[in-house]
């Protein structure tokens, strides 16, 4: 028997409350809909190793880590993802949809943290053994539209409670990202009304991945 088409590995990046997961869902439902197997996932998190880790790094006090300690949290919790659904989920054949991956990593521990860009690189290389997004969505919002929609929801995490200083170096990584690399990044107005992100979204999905 032949063995299925490899499936894509779409990423959906942003700051808070940009959208990200209430357009994962639509666009997972959308590829759904055009008879694809879609897996919709987030980090950190995504297996039952990596939500473990979520679980610490979305429940401790802001200074719980020197700031290298907590991407390798993040790039542990991401490589349990990969080996447990990611990979396996591509190599059936199924389309993944990440609320997130390792672009989050650069833009918060590097760029809004400190963390070298060199020990990214490493753990990037031990953590993905290779494995990169075929599309990366960028949802681009001003920082304070993006705080205000995320505390009006009233779910605030740690990471929201550093403030606009820090979520504005982490738009600026993204941005920088989406520049650098635009054979694999979309950028997106994420300021503009839902329905018009999710349109933008799937122009560029299908642009880029025709089904
Ligand atoms: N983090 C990290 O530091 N390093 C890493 O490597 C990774 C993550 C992977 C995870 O938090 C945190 O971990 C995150 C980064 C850090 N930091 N924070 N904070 P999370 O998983 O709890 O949440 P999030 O990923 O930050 O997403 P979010 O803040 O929940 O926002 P979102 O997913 O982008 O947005 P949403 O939930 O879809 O929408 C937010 C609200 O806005 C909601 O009420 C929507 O109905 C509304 N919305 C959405 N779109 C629109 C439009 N277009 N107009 C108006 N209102 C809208």
Redesign the pocket.
């Known amino acids: 028997m032949s063995r299925p088409a490899r499936g894509r590995f779409i990423t959906?990046e942003?700051?808070?409350?940009?959208?990200?997961?209430?357009?994962?869902r639509l666009l997972a439902a959308a590829l759904a809909a055009r008879g694809l197997p879609v897996l919709r996932t987030?980090?950190?998190?995504g297996s039952p190793g990596a939500e473990a880790i979520?679980g610490l790094?979305?429940g401790q006090a802001v200074a719980r880590w020197d700031s290298v300690a907590?991407?390798m949290l993040?790039?542990a919790?991401?490589r349990e993802h990969v080996q447990a659904s990611i990979r396996p989920a591509l190599e059936a054949g199924i389309w993944v949809v990440c609320?997130?991956?390792?672009d989050?990593?650069y833009?918060?521990?590097c760029h809004?943290?400190g963390v070298p860009r060199a020990v990214f690189q490493a753990l990037s290389e031990v953590a993905l053994e290779g494995l990169r997004p075929d599309l990366t969505l960028v949802?681009d919002l001003p920082v304070e539209r993006?705080l205000g929609?995320?505390t009006?929801?009233g779910?605030?995490?740690?990471?929201?409670a550093l403030g606009a200083g820090f979520h504005a170096k982490v738009r600026e990584a993204f941005l920088a990202i989406a520049a650098a690399e635009p054979e694999r990044c979309a950028l997106v107005d994420?300021?503009?009304?839902?329905e018009?992100?999710t349109a933008a979204l799937l122009r560029a999905l299908n642009a880029r991945l025709p089904a």
């Open positions: 959906l942003g700051g808070e409350g940009a959208g990200k997961s209430t357009q994962a987030r980090e950190p998190g979520r790094l979305l907590e991407c993040h790039f919790a991401r609320d997130r991956f390792a989050s990593t833009a918060y521990q809004g943290q949802l993006g929609r995320a009006a929801r779910d605030t995490n740690r990471y929201e994420a300021s503009q009304p839902l018009a992100v």
